[in-house]
């Protein structure tokens, strides 16, 4: 394979197709042995539940090859709707700490207290969401943070963690999916700062974005 058919959208489609097929088969096996052991054996139950946390991470890596392609050919759908901010914050944050978490570390979220409707589209945005988070806790020293902050248009989220800005820099090999994540965020044409931790994402409501869109 040349150079340039590495980069291909349908060769890299179909790299991402294989990768989650026999990954998806893998897991199913994983979870029919876990069913079989039952929870009786404790280095069992924990062996089963780091094969499936790993399984899990090649399917992240594969979901992250799949989405480059898309960003890079511009065939992502991207369609915006309704989203409460605050419920696809709080799954983002759950679903990074399922593949990233550590023991060591604490994850502090903060929300907003009325429930925030912004207008982005569903899937890219938790997708995004949980890059960036779970980069934040691969990095962290003791603390993350996840601020979620209604202001008079729309919604602020504050991502940082306690990371000094060369270790940050440290991790530049394995910030992939983060920059992925911030990809995404500006294809949805949301304000993204930061090429680092701390991250600062500004997402108009449903209605100032509506307007917008007239």
Known sequence: MSGSD???????????????????????????LAMALGDDDAKAVRLVGMARR????????????????????????????????????????????ELDARADVEIQVRGTDSRAVVFVNPDWFMFAMQEIVGHAIRTAIKTVSVAVTATGQGVRIEISNDAQPESLRDHASGMFGFHLGTRALQAMNLMVHSRNLPVVLLVPDAREATADCR
Request: aromatic share 0%; charged share 30%.
């Open 6 to 32: 590495a980069r291909d959208p349908e060769v890299i489609a179909s790299i991402a197709h294989d990768q989650r097929g026999g990954v998806s088969v893998a897991l199913g096996a994983v979870d029919q």
């Open 54 to 97: 790993g399984l899990r991470r090649v399917l992240r890596a594969t979901e992250r090859l799949s989405r480059d392609g898309e960003l890079s050919a511009q065939t992502a759908r991207l369609a915006p709707t309704d989203v409460d901010v605050r419920s696809a914050v709080a799954e983002a944050v759950e679903a990074a700490k």
